[in-house]
């Protein structure tokens, strides 16, 4: 009995070990003709799968529709696959992976741990005809291509004046884009054209002798010469040393002195400063001025302002220009402002509103003081002017005088001439409001005491004064 136990088993055992090992032979067999146990490519699960079942699923999911290509000279471009007739195949790198495997390496996989997970890429297959032209007719393949003209000129604009037009650029070869575009193929379907493509070309005979007068043109431009205008300081630099040159096209060069100078044309120079003397020219002309209020004025009369000398600045530029001064100029003045600069009135002056009848004195924008005034009364015709004035002189302890009338006063600031100012009135029991109206001055701005001996200690004369209503 136990004898034939033991038989029992034997024959057990034999038969399991026939069936496993004709398991092992078939599976081995099932796994020969394709990928091995837990084989996962781009995603794509290929175990027992033949090369050709899993290049048509790759294929499948292929979703590249076309190839960008960027460089730091062109915006970005694409060249679509469809229009080469590019077809995408992985057999050769799938065949690859199946040579790799051993058709018993299931065995080992099924007792270790992760798949494999493989990325490969595909070979691509082109048109080479109608890649080479959609490479030609891409832009940047065009604009740096050897046809496209090389231009260096000296052009002229009103506001930059002479400068060099450089229309020279770089040359890029078709073949590298090609190239660059196959071995994106291989990669991730991007092309960055690198710097290095974009090779310098060699300048002409006529454009080497352009830059040379250009070079001589900027030596000319570097005059050094700086107008102080007060706020506003003035260079006089190429833009505005271009009006006074001229370019001959036809010999594609300056026109030059007998020494090889730049000749300068005095007519337009004097031009120039006849112009700039203009523009800073304000004395007694009409105003448009904004109040601390911010109210915009417009007053006619003025005996305030700026007036440069205009003989003097034409013969010192003229003169300027010839011996190349370099150094910073303040221009002759017959008149000169308060402060200098196209804002001549500045933010330190008095302000005098005869609608409020109120005073005010600024400093640095601030308002450091206001008073109540008396002006004169409009309906004797002694109504106080509105007028772009200044402080022309101050007296202590004066007479005013005129026709009927001889009136002491502490304080006396001229504003207008020797007849209009400001001054204490000691005659007067009120100030501000309406006073005016019924005992109104002749003329002058009546103040309080303390109010004119204040304002008289803190003003200088030439001291700006705007008197509105």
């Known amino acids: 009995m136990k004898g034939k136990l033991i038989n029992f088993f034997v024959v057990f055992l034999c038969t399991c070990l026939a069936l496993a090992i004709i398991f092992v032979f078939f599976v081995t067999f099932y796994y020969n003709d394709g990928f091995t146990y837990d084989t996962w490519v781009n995603g794509v699960y290929c175990t027992g799968k033949s090369i050709d079942e899993v290049n048509d699923k790759l294929k499948q999911d292929f979703d590249v529709d076309y190839v960008t290509i960027t460089s730091n000279y062109h915006d970005e471009e694409k060249i679509y696959l469809n229009s080469i007739d590019a077809k995408v195949d992985y057999k050769k790198a799938l065949l690859d992976i199946k040579r790799k495997q051993n058709s018993f390496g299931w065995i080992k996989k099924l007792f270790s741990y992760g798949a494999d997970n493989l990325t ?14 959609e490479v030609s007719s891409l832009g940047v393949v065009k604009d740096y291509s050897e046809d496209v003209p090389q231009i260096l000129e000296i052009r002229y604009s009103p506001d930059e004046g002479y400068y060099l037009f450089d229309g020279t650029n770089e040359e890029l070869n078709k073949k590298d884009v090609i190239k660059a575009i196959e071995d994106a193929f291989e990669n991730d379907f991007k092309v960055s054209l690198d710097d290095s493509l974009f090779k310098e070309r060699k300048p002409s005979k006529e454009m080497i002798e352009t830059k040379k007068v250009w070079d001589d043109a900027l030596k ?9 205008m007060g706020k506003e300081k003035i260079s006089i630099d190429k833009p505005i040393l271009s009006k006074f040159i001229i370019f001959d096209e036809k010999t594609g060069d300056f026109v030059r002195t007998e020494d090889n100078g730049f000749y300068i044309d005095d007519g337009k120079a004097l031009e120039y400063i006849d112009g700039l003397c203009d523009l800073y020219d304000t004395y007694q002309k009409p105003r448009v001025i904004t109040t601390h209020l911010g ?38 003045y017959l008149y000169e402002g308060y402060v200098r600069g196209l804002d001549d009135i500045g933010d330190t002056l008095i302000e005098v509103d005869l609608t409020r009848q109120l005073l005010y004195y600024i400093e640095n924008g601030e308002v450091k003081m206001t008073c109540d005034v008396v002006t004169g009364k409009p309906s004797a015709g002694r109504a106080t002017p509105e007028m772009v004035t200044y402080v022309n002189r101050k007296r202590r302890k004066t007479v005013l005088r005129g026709e009927d009338y001889a009136s002491f006063v502490e304080y006396w600031i001229a504003i207008y001439s020797t007849t209009i100012g400001l001054h204490d009135a000691s005659w007067q029991k009120e100030f501000g409001g309406e006073r005016y109206l019924t005992h ?4 002058c701005i009546n103040m309080r005491l303390n109010d004119v001996k204040t304002l008289y200690d803190i003003v200088e004369v030439g001291l700006p004064v705007l008197v509105y209503k």
């Open 440 to 443: 109104g001055s002749r003329g």
């Open 220 to 228: 000319f431009f570097d005059l050094g010469l700086v107008y102080d």
């Open 120 to 133: 490969i890429k595909p070979k691509v297959s082109f048109n080479e005809t109608k890649l080479d032209k």
């Open 295 to 332: 109210e915009e004025k417009t007053i006619n009369k003025s005996t305030y302002g700026t007036k440069l000398n205009k003989k003097a600045e034409e013969a010192y530029f003229l003169q300027a220009l010839k011996e190349r001064k370099r150094e910073v100029h303040v221009p002759a």
